[in-house]
């Protein structure tokens, strides 16, 4: 079993003297209740450090009041078994003590990614999952650092703080992990009723179905949205946030599709928002 750190201090040792004995450190941060999609990071980054590390701590920062965050499902034996399975040699499981022993004065804003899509949506969200990143890379040192493109705005914010911040941390993001029937794996899938969870990979299809037409050579980025919005709005369990055409790197919203671009989706299906993405490269 990995060893478990309840304390920063206990972590951050560990992952020091890894690396003076000459290991590198690869970290994956989650919020536990650990799927395949936490495996895939936590394979890669066995597979690619010397030492892989992970932490599990749902953040209390990056949740609205009127947000999930007492119910949001855990389940800790689970999680470090999965760990151990992929190689996780350390995992922080800190409490909100330890990582918040005060109110917090400090904290990390990225601008302009956080303006649209979740951030519009969640006004706090992207402030509370840049502050406990930074927190949390502050704490691992000198590392590769693992996040999935499921989360593809999130990914683009870590990134970017990072550079502006030049934090010693190479930001590695990881392909989407999918049910057999196309749903992205995501914690909050076990809130989904059985209907809303049979209605759910409309949001896949809905994806692949743009992605098709833009093979096909269509080049309108409202043409290629209004596909995602059509196939979803034709599931009455499904109602459409977002879907939108927007640059790969700055998360701008496209005119036209053309080079890297990633083609964003949010959806509810009653109170379970759901997020799911795919690249559109021509
Ligand atoms: P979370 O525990 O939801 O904060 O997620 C922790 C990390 O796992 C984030 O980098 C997520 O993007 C990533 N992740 C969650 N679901 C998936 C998935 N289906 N495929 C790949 N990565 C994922």
Redesign the pocket.
Known sequence: MPEVHATIAGFRAALDASRAAGADVGF??????L?E??A??MRAAAAECAVAAASIFVNPLQFAASEDLSDYPRDLDRDLALADACGVAHVLVPSVEEMYPRPVLTTVTVADITARFEGAARPEHFAGVATVVSKLFSIVGPSRS??????FQ??AVVRRMAADLSMPIEVVG?????EADGL????RNVYLSPDQRAAAPVIHRALDAAAAAVAAGQRSAAAVEAIVADAIGAEPEAVLDYAALVDAATLEPAAAVDGEQRLLVAARFGTTRLLDNTAITT
């Open positions: 994956v941060p989650t919020m536990g209740y799927h999609g936490h895939s990071l693992y996040f999935g493109e499921k989360d999130q990914l990881c392909p989407i992990v999918r992205a794996l995501s914690s």
